[in-house]
């Protein structure tokens, strides 16, 4: 009832009505202490998990539209190359490859061979696309998206990976979505951000994160990813020391710090989705380290919904920041891809700097 409530307002009223209902003989025969307490553990669990993990709305009607760029209509794919991640979303991408091939007959379909230079093909492909298209995750989009400016392309995305996140801010849940923009010409001019000289569509960040996608990556091949992720997240929280990092001048000691290419919903340590891709804007989020007892603190705040009080967190929307790390270079990730960072960099945007296939409003609501 409580989860019910917190996701979805108008159903709390009919969910407890139902609640009622069905403990009312539980109630007559006596049982009151055990539901009010399987009652309160129940609502705590759920209030704990909406603020740790809040869910992303769906509805299209959220989202501001960039400006547009209308393209050519392109039914059948004439003029697009699309290179397919095969090996992306634990094999969705080749999946989703096979299908387009059905659906776009004029398109020149590659698939990315293992160990390929990526930038490479994809720098190979603009040279004889008109459109540039790629099926993979987060990754392999930024690959794609940084040869898309260079070259002055139009992208198209078709959500080949395991999250998709960059294409689920688009609007892009299936591929039948990117084929509508495609087929009517659809498009938008977005940011892209840039983490010194790493282009990022999504997110950046130092501090914990990297370092337990390291770890992931290394156990995944023997034990699985989801072992993995629980190796890696164990080790990350024994292992990891606050990172020293001069944000702007201000020296902080930092668990984890994230940086979005737009500002995110909701605020908090949780940013889930993009109500817009051309604000402009940064979104910076950061943990920090001081004082006694700062993870129980950290973890009180969040717990009750104090987590913008608490002097551990900091959040902020600048147009461009500026980091330096006092002991030199360190792990950072970008579209959950790990690289070594340097000891100094700017975070910046390039504004509007990328057009991109998104579906029309109409095509979206006719879902």
């Known amino acids: 009832m409580v989860g019910a409530g917190t996701t979805e307002p108008v159903l709390g009223l009919p969910m407890a009505g139902l609640a009622v209902t069905l403990l009312r003989r539980r109630l007559r025969a006596g049982d009151v202490g055990d539901v009010l307490a399987g009652g309160a553990l129940g609502g705590a669990v759920a209030v704990t998990g909406s603020r740790l993990f809040p869910s992303r709305t769906p509805s299209p009607v959220r989202t501001v539209r960039p ?19 095969a ?3 634990s ?6 490859g096979t299908a387009l091939r059905g659906q776009l007959p ?16 994809f720098r190979a492909a603009a040279r004889r696309a008109e459109v540039l ?8 989009v930024g690959a794609a998206a940084q040869v898309a400016i260079e070259a002055g392309l139009p992208l198209l995305v078709f959500p080949g990976g395991t999250f998709n996140h960059f294409a689920a801010d688009l609007g892009i849940e299936r591929v039948a979505d990117a084929l509508s923009a495609l087929r009517r010409g659809t498009a938008v001019r977005i ?26 990556e290394r156990w995944e091949g023997r034990v699985g ?5 629980v190796i890696a997240l164990w080790s990350a929280v024994r292992q990891q020391r606050p990172l020293r990092l001069v944000v702007d001048g201000h020296e902080h000691d930092v668990a984890m710090m994230f940086i979005g290419n737009g500002r995110y919903q ?13 604000d402009g804007r940064l979104d910076l989020r950061m943990v920090t380290v001081a004082g006694r007892a700062p993870l129980l603190r950290l973890a009180l705040s969040i717990l009750t919904g104090r987590l913008g009080y608490s002097r551990l967190y900091i959040e902020d929307d600048p147009v461009d920041v500026h980091i330096t790390r006092p002991d030199g270079p360190g792990l950072l990730a970008s579209d959950g891809e790990i690289a070594l960072g340097p000891a100094e960099m700017d975070y910046k945007k390039l504004a509007r700097s990328l057009v991109v296939y998104q579906p029309s409003v109409g095509a979206l609501l006719e879902r």
């Open 225 to 229: 990813k989801p072992a993995a992720a």
């Open 67 to 85: 400006r547009a760029v209308p393209q050519p209509p392109r039914p059948d794919g004439a003029g697009v190359v699309v290179l397919v991640n």
């Open 191 to 216: 940011d892209v951000g840039l983490a010194g000289e790493r282009l990022f569509l999504n997110t950046s960040s130092l501090g914990s994160y990297p370092a337990f996608v390291a770890i992931r």
């Open 106 to 121: 004029a398109a020149d379909i590659v698939t990315l061979q293992p160990g390929a230079d990526v930038p490479g093909e």
């Open 133 to 140: 298209g790629v099926c993979g995750g987060d990754g392999t």
């Open 266 to 278: 909701p605020q908090g340590f949780a940013p889930s989705w993009r109500p817009r891709l051309d």
């Open 87 to 89: 090996r992306s979303g």
């Open 91 to 96: 094999g969705r991408g080749g999946r989703l």
